[in-house]
């Protein structure tokens, strides 16, 4: 009989899990809140409560399963699974995950950055097509992500490969939280769209709604923004076309560098689906060469909110 296997996705406002089988398929997915009081000292106690109530409500017993993978914030170390500088979760201090988990379950168990986690369960399960180079951006509040060279995840001398968020597209641009400027997530995220229609409507001139909104103060998120491009709103589709280019280019530097089978592009903001693909892909092609034009390709990601727990599952079936 085969076994199954736990995935755990960390994030500052929910923990979701889920029992998956060794092809990934989700048999049981479920999530408690993130509770960040105490400087998150509850966090990591509540997952394995969680964990043992689940067990027994499924009556099922630890030695169904080959081990636990977990996808965090913050660095990661990976000889002893502990999570440093996760901010959002108010962990200030080292906090020792791995070893509590252990102790606590007695699976085998396995942790990397949530970025990296997503980015295996995408290749596993979702848009890459379990292709051994994948390279994974997901678009929220800022650009996260993760690259698969050679069917292993690329995490560099110090821990910070993949920080495509990073990739400075703009020098002369808007200043990132990371003390650089014109990285990547500062134009190509939700805050990004909002960053740009700023910029825009200070020197647009004609007849907008998006105009009209930012004047008037009013909310506008960046969904308003792709709405109103695909309503044929000028300044709204200017504002797309510089999201597109930026993005376009730093694929076209992933392409390049990397030749992947596969870019994929998730998060909130690739809601805006082909309207917004189309239009990067384009530019993506204007800035590669030959043969990565056609041998790389473009992709949505297709897993949504399962991506962490899916990569999780994969973590642990890999190195179990």
């Not at 848009?127 to 698969?148: E, K, P």
Request: aromatic share 6%; with cysteine; proline share 2%.
């Amino acid at each position: 009989m085969s076994k199954k296997i736990l995935g755990i996705d960390l994030g500052g406002t929910s923990v979701k899990l889920a029992i998956l089988t060794e092809e990934g398929e989700i048999q049981q997915k479920w999530s408690i809140q993130t509770n960040i009081l105490n400087e998150g000292s509850e966090i990591v106690p509540d997952i394995i409560d969680s964990i043992r109530h689940h067990l027994k409500l499924y009556q099922m017993t630890t030695d169904e399963f080959i081990g636990i993978g977990m996808g965090s914030p913050g660095a990661i170390n990976l000889a002893d699974g502990s999570v440093t500088g996760a901010f959002n979760l108010n962990w200030k201090e080292t906090v020792e995950v791995k070893k509590q988990i252990v102790d606590a379950i007695g699976l085998p168990f396995f942790i990397d950055n949530d970025a990296n986690v997503a980015a295996l369960g995408e290749k596993w399960r979702g848009a890459g097509n379990d292709d051994d180079h994948v390279v994974f951006l997901t678009l929220g509040t800022g650009v996260g992500g993760g690259i698969i060279a050679n069917g292993q995840l690329v995490r560099g001398t110090a821990g910070s490969g993949g920080e495509v968020g990073h990739i400075t597209v703009d020098p002369e641009g808007i200043d990132c939280t990371c003390g650089k400027k014109g990285c990547l997530e500062t134009v190509a995220s939700a805050s990004g769209v909002l960053n740009l229609t700023r910029r825009y409507a200070e020197l647009y001139a004609g007849d907008s709604e998006l105009k009209r909104l930012i004047d008037d103060g009013s909310e506008v998120t960046s969904k308003v923004v792709f709405d109103l491009a695909k309503e044929g709103d000028d300044l709204a589709n200017i504002v797309v076309d510089r999201f597109a280019f930026y993005l376009g280019l730093a694929c076209s530097h992933l392409g390049n560098i990397l030749n992947p089978k596969h870019i994929v592009i998730g998060g909130g903001v690739s809601n805006a689906g082909e309207f917004l693909m189309k239009k990067v892909e384009a530019y993506f092609l204007q800035f590669t060469f030959p043969n990565v034009q056609q041998t790389t390709s473009i992709k949505i990601a297709e897993l949504g909110n399962d991506a962490g727990v899916i990569g999780a599952g994969y973590l642990a079936k890999v190195q179990s």
